[in-house]
């Protein structure tokens, strides 16, 4: 209550008493008390007048204080590269603590709700008294949570001042009980023309009526994460079509120069096996037989060029996934030595691919080696077929597939729990020469091989990895359609 005010209020209350204590008592004639009643009203109603209006400024004080304070929140935080350029990471504990101090709330969390809106799963939480960010994995699901969770699928802004008692939340009294909770703000965040998940705000104490001014800041910070998906998003894609441009120059380079190498080692044999039919000493026989050894070694490498250019000849047929593994783990048990245990997770109910049998066998024999030389001290190697469906919004392949149209692919994952690889370093590991063994322990050609007989097989294929954390490919193969083995 400003000065000014509290003086107006005390001359109005010290002109009520000295009427009411004027009078040695209240029986009085009634003519008296009947002429001093209307001052005594008076006196009152402007009391309660001066407390009201007082109240109204002061709200309106406090209004202005926390729009101003938004505003300025919200500018900081539109300067911020991390936003426009999607370091999400970044973004959201930006976003989380610009919504804290702007709102004056104790919590905020990021939340993404899942695809079939039965589970909200946290993605970043800060805490406003400590000053704390995490990204522990915290999962609400929605047995149990129904009304709440309706009211998240209507995909509009959540202002509960007593989570207690509103009809939306009381389902979430155990966890309000908890975590002192009083008054709730969901804002929806919304990706790619879906809600997303909501940005919550947890008001800590008691009850907390929302004003218009919150529920507007609270959604533009959920616009800015918005922002920061998308162009995260764009980035992805961007740098995903990049390397697709360049795997696809790449190869096209490799297959021109394999075909050209292919007919110079055509007429080094034809010359090699002429030369074999004359008479020769033994020493000649012996140079020409090394010529042939070194005319073969050069042939394997075409078929590997040929391959990374997707211009290998191809036999495609219906196949039985799972059988070809099983017949070659024996080869591969004795291909990763005793150090290394090996197991087969098979569906039994795959479906067959539409592909060539021999360059199948060959690819996995690729996989399980480069699993192999990224477990020198040993490990486990994990070998996975599955079923899986993807378009265009799949995640890490959003530039590879052609379009929006699900398709059906029989999956085939190798897992290591290996050395793993950086980012920049899973980025290169298609191109064709690249390796991290060293020049005499490999050629670099073993995953391009892989990625270019995906390719020509209508297949696509990914790489998961960290460093000390493994390694997973992923190899989408094409389903042989309404065809059986």
């Known amino acids: 209550m400003g000065f000014l005010t509290l003086m107006l209020f005390l001359m109005a209350l010290r002109q009520t008493l000295t009427l009411l204590m004027g009078r040695r008592s209240w029986g009085l004639e009634a003519g008296g008390a009947a002429s001093e009643?209307?001052?005594?009203?008076?006196?009152?109603?402007?009391?309660?007048?001066?407390?009201?209006?007082?109240?109204?400024?002061?709200?309106?004080?406090?209004?202005?204080?926390?729009?101003?304070?938004?505003?300025?929140?919200?500018?900081?935080?539109?300067?911020?590269?991390?936003?426009?350029e999607g370091h999400i990471a970044e973004a959201l504990q930006l976003c989380t603590e610009t919504a804290a101090s702007g709102m004056e709330v104790a919590r905020v969390n990021a939340w993404r709700l899942t695809a079939d809106g039965t589970r909200l799963e946290r993605l970043h939480h800060f805490d406003r008294a400590s000053g704390r960010h995490t990204d522990e994995e915290v999962i609400l699901e929605r047995e149990g949570r129904v009304p709440y969770f309706e009211a998240l699928g209507e995909a509009r802004q959540i202002a509960v001042a007593d989570i207690h008692h509103d009809h939306r939340t009381r389902c979430l009294s155990d966890y309000a009980r908890e975590a002192n909770v009083g008054a709730l703000l969901d804002a929806p965040i919304w990706f790619e023309g879906r809600l997303f998940g909501v940005l919550c705000h947890e008001h800590v104490g008691g009850a907390r009526d929302w004003s218009e001014v919150d529920q507007h800041f609270a959604a533009a910070i959920a616009d800015a994460i918005s922002l920061a998906l998308e162009a995260q998003q764009k980035r992805t894609v961007e740098r995903q079509l990049h390397q697709s441009q360049k795997m696809e120059a790449l190869g096209q380079l490799t297959g021109g120069v394999a075909h050209d190498f292919n007919n110079l080692l055509t007429i080094v044999h034809g010359n090699l096996q002429l030369l074999q039919q004359t008479e020769l000493s033994p020493a000649q026989k012996q140079l020409v037989e090394a010529a042939l050894g070194a005319d073969e070694r050069g042939a394997q490498l075409v078929r590997q060029l040929l391959a990374i250019g997707r211009r290998s000849s191809l036999q495609p047929k219906v196949i039985d996934l799972n059988q070809i593994v099983e017949d070659m783990v024996p080869l591969l048990v004795r291909s990763l030595g005793k150090a290394i245990e090996i197991e087969t997770v098979l569906d039994p109910d795959l479906w067959p691919p539409l592909l060539d049998a021999g360059q199948t066998e060959n690819a996995l024999l690729n996989l399980v080696i480069n699993a192999r030389d990224a477990m020198p001290d040993g490990g486990k190697l994990t070998i996975e077929t599955s079923r899986t469906r993807l378009d265009r919004s799949s995640l890490h392949l959003e530039a590879r597939i052609d379009d929006d149209v699900p398709r059906d692919y029989v999956l085939l994952t190798v897992q290591d729990t290996g050395k793993g690889?950086?980012?920049?370093?899973?980025?290169?590991?298609?191109?064709?020469?690249?390796?991290?063994?060293?020049?005499?322990?490999?050629?670099?050609?073993?995953?391009?091989?892989?990625?270019?007989?995906?390719?020509?097989?209508?297949?696509?294929i990914d790489i998961q990895s960290s460093p000390d954390a493994g390694t997973t490919v992923f190899l989408y193969l094409p389903r042989a359609q309404g065809r059986t083995v």
């Open 37 to 84: 009643f209307p001052g005594l009203l008076v006196s009152v109603m402007a009391a309660l007048a001066v407390v009201f209006l007082d109240r109204i400024l002061t709200e309106r004080r406090r209004a202005e204080d926390a729009l101003k304070r938004q505003s300025r929140s919200l500018l900081e935080l539109a300067r911020h590269s991390s936003v426009w």
């Open 421 to 460: 690889m950086s980012p920049e370093i899973a980025a290169q590991a298609l191109e064709p020469f690249f390796t991290t063994k060293g020049r005499d322990s490999g050629s670099g050609l073993g995953l391009s091989m892989v990625y270019g007989f995906a390719k020509q097989s209508g297949g696509e």
